[in-house]
């Protein structure tokens, strides 16, 4: 790897190119740490200060990109435009919400033995700002869609559709997790509000699988520049599956003593239920993106930043097995989780190291519009013409 390619992209010129899909290193990293918890196991030694490095590394990365970002806002307003109607980049403005909740999780997980209490109070007021950014790209993405933005045809279409649609349930699963920490009127909000945020966004993941389906089954697979979409599949249905879980396992202790307390041992029977078939849904899934796979790697798949499309959709199914694991002690789930969590660390390791090389070469970056990772030449047309105007 050359100098001569770290010089040839000036800092201004990173930060024009720079594009919300480089928050999925977030939430790769994210969900890393978070299995090396979920995993009730000494695997290796310092496991869980292993956790703890990822979680540091990953505010690192998310204070960073957040900066990138905002400074792309100030300085070239022009290229958010380009952003917003472009119909592949602008999907990623989903993994921002999504990158926050491993981070918000981890002040939970991590921040008391660092910083006592206020970690708690810090999670708490992160979730908040992550409501409000997961419902905000929950609906300002698909009106976009529905008015500005070309080239949604059925040809067109990949599982990228799905990311600013799964934010709003990946919230809710941190509320679900983050609800027992607070055993009161707050915690009983938090609650009622995830199943809410749940309900806002798996109804519509599970229309867009459809559409999917349909999709491939007439147009076949795309292009190998967006092979690895064939894994966000799981991310809806991973997630769907542990939302319901921690929601239902939350609800007995959180509702007891209220007006709801009837209605807990409900939703913890109705939530073990349906994650189960969730669960089993998400299995189909997770061959099947292994087939399209494998098919594309004997072709040669080419690296660019979709490639953390291996880690996050696999880590949150990788927690709902866990999760299933716990709640049924049906030893198959711990063994699955185990194999999923291996698989996971993998897939980290490699993307991870190859995103640094392409970070340092500078060719990761690109503008919206030039972005390999479209695969779409109408897209760039689209956008040719709109800076044109």
């Known amino acids: ?12 010129e990173v930060i024009r190119n720079f594009t919300p899909n480089w928050f999925t290193l977030n939430m790769g990293t994210g969900i890393a740490f978070l299995t090396l918890h979920n995993i009730n196991a000494n695997i290796f030694y310092g496991q869980m200060q292993f956790g703890m490095i990822f979680w540091i590394i ?9 900066l990138l970002f905002i400074a792309r806002a100030i300085f070239y307003p022009e290229t ?3 952003l917003l109607v472009h119909p592949v980049q602008s999907m990623f403005l989903g993994a921002i919400p999504m990158a926050l909740v491993p981070i918000l999780e981890g002040f939970a997980i991590f921040g008391p033995s660092i910083i006592g209490d206020k970690a708690l109070d810090i999670a708490l007021y992160l979730w908040w700002i992550d409501v409000i950014l997961a419902v905000s790209v929950g609906w300002l993405l698909p009106y976009l869609m529905f008015t500005v933005q070309k080239g949604h045809i059925l040809e067109n279409m990949t599982a990228v559709w799905l990311l600013p649609i799964v934010a709003s349930e990946v919230t809710a699963s941190a509320g679900g997790m983050l609800a027992p920490y607070f055993p009161n009127s707050i915690g009983e909000t938090m609650l009622i509000l995830s199943y809410i945020l749940w309900t806002f966004s798996v109804p519509l993941a599970f229309s867009i ?10 147009h076949k697979l795309p292009d190998k520049a967006m092979a690895v979409t064939s894994w966000l599949t799981l991310g809806p249905l991973g997630t769907g599956a542990l939302g319901l879980l921690l929601l239902g396992s939350s609800a007995k202790s959180i509702l007891a003593g209220t007006g709801l307390e009837g209605v807990s041992s409900f939703l913890y029977d109705f939530g073990l239920t349906m994650g189960l078939l969730i669960w089993g849904y998400g299995l189909w899934w997770y061959f099947m993106a292994w087939f399209i796979t494998l098919k594309f790697f004997k072709e040669g798949l080419p690296f660019n930043m979709g490639w953390w499309g291996f880690t996050f959709p696999v880590g949150v199914f990788t927690a709902a097995t866990f999760q299933l694991w716990k709640e049924t002690g049906i030893t198959i ?3 699955f989780g185990i194999l999923l969590s291996i698989q996971l660390i993998v897939f980290w390791i490699i993307v991870f190291i190859k995103t640094l090389k392409g970070m340092w070469s500078g060719y990761l970056f690109h503008a919206p519009c030039l972005s390999p990772e479209t695969g779409l030449p109408k897209e760039e047309e689209e956008c040719k013409k709109f800076k044109q105007k």
Request: glycine fraction near 0%.
């Open 1 to 12: 790897m050359s100098f001569k390619l770290l010089r040839a992209k000036s800092f201004s």
């Open 209 to 218: 699988l459809v559409i999917l389906f349909l999709r491939l089954a007439t």
């Open 58 to 66: 990953d505010i690192f990365f998310f204070l960073l990109f957040s």
């Open 333 to 335: 789930f711990e063994y």
């Open 80 to 82: 958010i435009k380009l």
